[in-house]
């Protein structure tokens, strides 16, 4: 495998609690329907699935607007290890930068919350 490009995010979870708490739409604009029930209102994890998606686009070499949030999914695995799924604008995306699979490290505080993703092409 060679790896196409790395992404890193840091979410301080209080700032986005309180964005959240502002505007509560921002939830279905960000996430999906599988992420909210996996997350369970559970700021620090929804934190670190935002941050997630900000890496997604940093290892395709891009930003904010890219790709539409909810075209970037993370997903756990019956473990319970965290897995990227892109669809649509975010497939696109991928394929244009060469991703074809990707590596997916999420991490969480009270205070903090943080996503390493690679992507690799084979």
């Keep these: 495998m060679t790896t196409v490009g790395v992404g890193i995010d840091l979410v301080d979870v209080e700032r986005f609690d309180q964005i959240i708490s502002r505007r509560p739409s921002l939830l279905t604009r960000l996430f999906t329907e599988n992420e909210l029930a996996d997350c369970a209102g559970r ?19 891009v930003g904010i607007g890219a790709a539409r949030w909810r075209d970037i999914e993370i997903l756990k695995t019956p473990s319970g290890a965290p897995v990227v799924r892109v669809q649509r604008s975010a497939d696109e995306l991928a394929r244009r930068c060469g991703v074809e699979v990707w590596h997916l490290s999420l991490t969480h ?14």
Excluded: N
């Design 109 to 122: 505080t009270d205070v903090s919350a943080g996503a390493v993703v690679v992507g690799s092409a084979s």
């Design 43 to 61: 700021t620090e994890r929804l934190a670190a699935r935002f941050a997630a998606k900000e890496a997604v686009l940093k290892a395709c070499g």
